[in-house]
């Protein structure tokens, strides 16, 4: 039973540039959120996607945005990086109402330099 | 913004020993749940405990909720190497954004063998 899947895991990019991260939820599964976890920090919630639409969002600005495909997977893009947007990007996967909680994948981790 | 605050930010045991972390929250939950992050990879989801429930075991796991002093417990008994990780408590607010989970800063759990 593949849990969630998340590509690349590494990524090193300059300021300013775009970048795009990937995530297969786990099976069965049709909803999926991203974090963002700063070094020594919780994670932070980005937004979440169900149904192909983005259900709900945090406090990120429009430089992060995502899309969800008809199988569910999804799709973080993040536009014009900054420094401060290195950090370590999770997606976790659940049914839509969270009631038995969520599968995260093992992150990608971003450098900007 | 973070609400839960995990206490102590680093507790190191010897192998064997009990260790026991506090999170303390700031509006109702419908739940809380506690993950273990290895190294600053994936968070790997323990247990979650619904806020009409008081106590939860899971393996060498036991977690108590304390909704009217907005507080829970998790105890690992018998502590192994293996458990040296962070651990962190998300809650998912009652009225809250679905999927939104918010994380504390985390625990340090560093087991000597």
């Known amino acids: 039973d593949a849990g969630v899947t998340q590509s690349p895991t590494h990524l090193i990019k300059t300021r300013g540039q775009q970048v795009t991260l990937r995530c297969s939820p786990k099976s069965g599964h049709d909803t999926v959120s991203w974090y963002q976890q700063a070094l020594g920090q919780g994670p932070q919630f980005i937004f979440q996607y169900y149904e192909e639409e983005e259900r709900q969002r945090g406090n990120f600005p429009d430089r992060f945005s995502g899309h969800q495909f008809p199988n569910y997977s999804s799709e973080l893009n993040v536009n014009a990086l900054l420094l401060g947007d290195s950090a370590l990007y999770l997606c976790a996967s659940s049914f839509p109402t969270g009631f038995y909680g969520y599968t995260f994948g093992s992150g990608t981790r971003l450098t900007v330099v | 913004s973070q609400q839960g605050e995990e206490d102590p930010q680093a507790l190191s045991i010897q192998e064997g020993e009990n260790a026991t972390m506090n999170c303390s929250y700031k509006?109702?939950?419908?739940?809380l749940q506690w993950y273990r992050q290895n190294s600053g990879r994936g968070l790997v989801h323990l247990i979650l405990i619904r806020s009409n429930e008081r106590e939860k075991h899971s393996g060498r796991l036991r977690v108590t909720l304390d909704t009217s002093k907005k507080s829970s417990s998790l105890l690992i008994t018998a502590s192994r190497a293996a458990d040296t990780a962070s651990y962190f408590c998300a809650t998912d607010e009652d009225g809250g954004s679905q999927g939104n989970l918010i994380f504390g800063k985390g625990t340090k759990l560093s087991v000597k063998p």
């Open positions: 509006t109702s939950i419908n739940n």
